[in-house]
């Protein structure tokens, strides 16, 4: 292969291929890996297997984690960005160069005129590599076509072999790409050519083929921080965008606080059932972090993606590059936290990671569908570490914030306006579910669509009917049941048994309180299912409940006691939650 080293036709087919990648994974992404010490190469020449043109678009990164993570996740795009830049015959490469360069070895004299001798009759299969770094600027190399007054040879320029990709009979240099890191996992051996390096910094290429044979995994470098790791994107979702009403205040000024002193009142803990907007207000926060506060390194991510990052690390670069990766940052926000409950190992690293950044006071912000001293399998250090900071819950939407949210999403994706009166009637048909509304939305773009005319609501009814049903899931016994004992610590069964102990029938009367309240059971299906003998035991439940609320009493014993209100919202959020 040839390559056209700091030709205009190279520097034009390069930023081609980084707009088409850029257009593709969006901004956020392509900021978080492809500007961070990542060069693209442009080699052309002809291909092994029929020997028609071809170009290959290399990318070089500085870490095996890096590299395999873009090989994974980019591996369509980076295709097609190298397709469109360079033709349909264009392919892409991954190179992996070392962090660290040892120093150039010490050649005898007679070893410097053996080398020389070696490369000049070898000279023909000798080339360079174009590099473009975002980084930092790099003097390009000059190629091995080009004479000691640095005229070009007869090479093909790029732009003759994209218009040319059937003609045969062209030259041929040999060899391939080449730079000053060395890579590994390359499958054509990338030597410089020896007469184009100063004396003292000459090798043999069996010394070099050698040595790329025995690269080992990059060595870490203090100067260098190490790669983010892959943020979620947060387009659109922003502060401003956020409906706030009676069920999200709260949190809502907690995390304008966040962004006004980030170093304040962290963690920040955001808890709530689905739809709720919590994943909006971390993708706020990280907005806001980069552009208001000017935090460059702010990692937002889910909790799943946290764990299998931690998994492949352990397999792959280790543990320490995967702790340099979340602990030299400058704010990191992680979503669906109780996704780490009962997974040991990677609780502890979140643990020493919250611990590092909360000590620096770095900005942190989770959230999860439960406070973190609910959620079962989260360990007793973790969750009194995420609760140090600030709780803030979430409640499902009410009727006046669907309603606003609602307006919004009707005027940015409906042709034609709505009615408020018939947002009026929807917004009671919905639960407080935000993305269920979005669906609503939506029903009402494709009717008006379809009837040219804004929609009755039987008509969505008719349309929507299941839409409208699945964002009100109705209690059942069980669940109350299961909800109480979770509340409580309870066995799965322990609330139809016959202790009477404090601890055991306090809770069974919450839950036949709420059994009346939120299901259309009689009160002997009530009482039958929690195995007291007769009705009036569940009338009587009824009663007793009402007295608590009114007189503030704790239910429960031990640890476990809370006040009624306070035990009949956890029970409820479970029950949102599912």
């Not at 055991?504 to 299906?525: I, K």
Request: aromatic fraction near 6%.
């Amino acid at each position: 292969m040839s390559s056209t080293q700091g030709s205009i036709e190279t520097q034009e087919a390069i930023e081609r291929f980084a707009e088409a990648l850029h257009q593709r994974i969006g901004a956020d992404r392509y900021r978080l890996w492809f500007t961070h010490g990542v060069g693209f190469d442009l080699e052309v020449g002809d291909s092994p297997d029929d020997g028609k043109p071809t170009v290959v678009v290399v990318i070089r990164t500085s870490g095996p984690f890096a590299a395999q993570r873009m090989g994974n996740s980019f591996a369509t795009e980076l295709r097609a960005a190298a397709m469109i830049a360079c033709g349909e015959r264009a392919r892409y490469r991954i190179d992996v160069e070392e962090a660290e360069q040892p120093a150039p070895k010490k050649r005898t004299r007679a070893a410097k005129v053996a080398a020389e001798k070696k490369a000049t009759t070898k000279s023909g299969g000798r080339r360079s590599t174009a590099r473009q770094t975002s980084a930092r600027a790099t003097a390009g190399r000059q190629s091995g076509g080009r004479s000691s007054t640095g005229r070009r040879g007869s090479a093909n320029s790029l732009a003759s072999l994209l218009a040319q990709s059937t003609a045969t009979g062209s030259e041929k240099p040999g060899g391939s790409s080449g730079g000053k890191g060395r890579s590994r996992g390359r499958v054509e051996h990338d030597p410089i050519a020896a007469s184009e390096l100063p004396a003292e910094e000459r090798f043999d290429d069996e010394e070099l083929e050698d040595e790329e044979v025995a690269v080992s995994t990059p060595r870490s470098s203090k100067s260098k921080l190490p790669p983010l790791p892959e943020s979620q994107p947060t387009g659109g979702r922003t502060l401003d965008s956020f409906i706030t009403g009676p069920c999200n205040e709260f949190a809502f000024s907690a995390a304008m606080m966040a962004v006004a002193t980030p170093s304040v009142a962290t963690p920040l803990f955001l808890h709530g059932p689905t739809g709720t907007g919590k994943s909006h207000l971390l993708a706020a926060l990280a907005n806001e972090f980069r552009t208001r506060r000017r935090m460059r390194r702010v990692v937002l991510l889910t909790a799943e993606q946290f764990t299998n990052d931690f998994v492949v690390s352990v397999g792959s670069t280790g543990l320490p590059a995967f702790r340099r990766r979340y602990r030299d940052v400058d704010a990191l926000l992680i979503d669906d936290v109780h996704f780490l409950a009962a997974k040991t190992a990677t609780l502890r690293e979140a643990l020493y990671t919250v611990e590092t950044l909360a000590s620096a006071g770095k900005p942190l912000v989770f959230s999860a569908n439960l406070p973190p001293s609910d959620i079962r399998g989260l360990t007793g250090e973790v969750a009194g570490r995420m609760a140090s900071g600030l709780v803030c819950p979430l409640a499902a939407l009410d009727q006046e914030t669907r309603f606003k949210l609602l307006q919004r999403m009707v005027a940015t994706r409906c042709v034609l306006g709505c009615d408020n009166t018939l947002l009026e009637e929807v917004s009671e048909l919905i639960g407080g579910d935000a993305r269920a509304a979005g669906g609503i939305a939506n029903l009402i773009g494709m009717l008006q669509r379809m009837f040219r005319r804004e929609p009755t609501i039987d008509e969505i009814r008719r349309y929507g009917g299941d839409l409208l049903r699945s964002t009100q899931v109705a209690p059942t016994l069980r669940s109350i049941e299961k909800a109480v004992c979770e509340t409580f610590g309870l066995e799965g069964d322990g609330l139809r048994g016959k202790a009477q102990t404090r601890r055991v029938s306090e809770p069974r009367t919450l839950a036949m309180y709420l059994a009346r309240q939120h299901t259309g059971s009689a009160f002997t299906e009530i009482a039958k299912h929690f195995g007291r003998r007769s009705h009036s035991n569940a009338i009587s439940a009824i009663s007793k409940v009402e007295t608590w609320l009114s007189s503030g009493k704790p239910i429960g014993a031990g640890d476990g006691a809370m006040s009624a209100q306070d035990a009949i919202a956890r029970v409820e959020s479970r029950l949102r939650v599912g």
